[in-house]
């Protein structure tokens, strides 16, 4: 049974950082794709970042360019999204995502497995 358990959520005031972690178990972690995406009330899941299997490409939204980073253990089986400079509008429920094929994608609905979301929470 594959399993996404995120943490590190938690209520920053802006300006502020967290490290999200996403731990997986139940599939071979080094040959998925990993990704993470967010939704806060009111608005639809959008795509924040994501990484090659390797880790040697990363993607992001252009909202969070340069101030949140995207990385992988696969010792580890986890994935991490380093979020910096936070702002009232990062306030989300943020997901990770798996997709088992070799390309990156930036699309939710090609991502085979979901956890189940952490919230972030930015005050101003």
């Known amino acids: 049974q594959v399993q996404l358990v995120e943490s590190g959520g938690g209520l920053v005031q802006a300006g502020g950082s967290l490290r999200l972690s996403c731990a997986a178990s139940g599939l071979t972690f080094s040959t998925y794709a990993m990704g993470w995406f967010r939704q806060a009330p009111g608005k639809e899941r959008e795509f924040v970042a994501a990484?090659?299997?390797?880790?040697?490409?990363?993607y992001y939204a252009d909202s969070v360019k340069g101030r949140f980073t995207i990385s992988r253990d696969n010792a580890k089986n986890t994935v991490y999204l380093q979020l910096n400079n936070l702002k009232p509008e990062d306030t989300a429920v943020y997901y990770c995502?798996?997709?088992?094929?070799?390309?990156?994608?930036?699309?939710?609905?090609?991502?085979?497995?979901w956890g189940q979301g952490t919230q972030v929470t930015v005050s101003s």
């Open positions: 990484i090659s299997i390797s880790g040697g490409r990363t």
């Open positions: 995502a798996a997709d088992a094929t070799m390309f990156v994608a930036t699309i939710g609905g090609a991502y085979d497995y």
